[in-house]
């Protein structure tokens, strides 16, 4: 079992950044590949970021690539996205997921509750 907690959503301007983190409890997260999803109002729930867990592969939407960051501390249980560059279409509710298959996975068994992140022009 994995619980998740996200933060770091919050206000931004245009061309800005934030990072958002996701805390998770479970002495197994670091074999779980970690995810971030995101929901804009009136759309479909989409994947933006994935982290092997090793951290070695990482895995992009094309819309953030060179833009968005994912990272992990596995010693901390955290997950990270550092989102720079950030555009309105950016806004969303962020989600943090866990998942046990390797690769950049379609089946994510834990989900946090999420964060907002809002993008002013």
Do not use: H
């Not at 994947?47 to 867990?53: D, E, P, R």
């Not at 960051?69 to 990270?80: F, G, L």
């Not at 309105?88 to 834990?110: H, I, K, L, N």
Request: net charge positive; hydrophobic share 30%.
């Amino acid at each position: 079992q994995v619980q998740l907690v996200e933060s770091g959503g919050g206000l931004v301007q245009a061309g800005g950044s934030l990072r958002l983190s996701c805390a998770a409890s479970g002495r197994t997260f670091s074999t779980y590949t970690m995810g971030w999803f995101r929901q804009a109002p009136g759309k479909e729930r989409e994947f933006v970021a994935a982290n092997s867990w090793s951290g070695g592969n990482t895995y992009y939407v094309d819309s953030v690539k060179g833009r968005f960051t994912i990272s992990r501390d596995n010693a901390k249980n955290t997950v990270y996205l550092q989102m720079n560059s950030l555009k309105p279409e950016d806004t969303a509710v962020y989600y943090c997921a866990a998942s046990p298959f390797r690769g950049s996975p379609t089946r994510y068994d834990y989900w946090g509750q999420g964060t907002q992140v809002t993008v002013s022009s």
